[in-house]
């Protein structure tokens, strides 16, 4: 199993860089990151109108819209934080605390973004998390198993 931790190496450094980028894109621009990450915003456009109950409905659509940013930023800094802690395990060699990081994240993370994006519509954003996320964790346990 000479080719494990080098393999792990590679994609734990892989992984990290674009959690990085897709963390700072997201910060920057939750919109594009929000339609490349398969859970599409609306459009800006709210209806205006005259009647009360019109302008209530828009409120309410802007206030959602304004909450959904603000998840998406979040969204955006837990990428963000992760691939920068991911970086600084590399950079350190500390490889062992990288994969348990890539363990947990893999399958809880990676799972249920899997979840809610299938719930959300195509399965394609749903399978391109789960998956990939599931074969790191394995990746990553499978280091950890062999440094204990």
């Not at 919109?31 to 915003?41: D, E, I, P, R, T």
């Not at 992760?82 to 950079?91: K, P, R, V």
């Given at each position: 199993?000479?080719?494990?931790?080098?393999?792990?190496?590679?994609?734990?450094?892989?992984?990290?860089?674009?959690?990085?980028?897709?963390?700072?894109?997201?910060?920057?621009?939750?919109?594009?990151?929000?339609?490349?990450?398969?859970?599409?915003?609306?459009?800006?456009?709210?209806?205006?109108?005259?009647?009360?109950?019109?302008?209530?409905?828009?409120?309410?659509l802007?206030?959602?819209?304004?909450?959904?940013?603000?998840?998406?930023?979040?969204?955006?800094?837990?990428?963000?934080?992760?691939?920068?802690?991911?970086?600084?395990?590399?950079?350190?060699?500390?490889?062992?605390?990288?994969?348990?990081?890539?363990?947990?994240?893999?399958?809880?993370?990676?799972?249920?973004?899997?979840?809610?994006?299938?719930?959300?519509?195509?399965?394609?954003?749903a399978?391109?998390?789960?998956?990939?996320?599931?074969?790191?964790?394995?990746?990553?346990?499978?280091?950890?198993?062999?440094?204990?």
């Amino acid at each position: 199993m000479n080719y494990l931790l080098p393999t792990f190496k590679a994609v734990s450094n892989i992984f990290a860089i674009s959690a990085v980028a897709t963390g700072a894109w997201g910060i920057i621009n939750p919109v594009a990151f929000s339609k490349s990450f398969g859970l599409q915003m609306e459009s800006n456009s709210i209806p205006s109108q005259d009647n009360n109950d019109s302008l209530k409905d828009a409120a309410t659509l802007k206030h959602q819209r304004d909450l959904t940013m603000s998840y998406i930023s979040l969204m955006s800094v837990r990428q963000l934080g992760t691939g920068i802690i991911l970086l600084m395990f590399a950079y350190q060699g500390k490889w062992t605390e990288a994969a348990t990081i890539l363990a947990v994240i893999g399958i809880i993370v990676a799972g249920t973004d899997g979840i809610y994006l299938a719930r959300a519509g195509p399965r394609g954003p749903a399978i391109f998390h789960a998956v990939p996320g599931a074969l790191i964790s394995a990746l990553a346990a499978g280091v950890i198993y062999l440094d204990s």
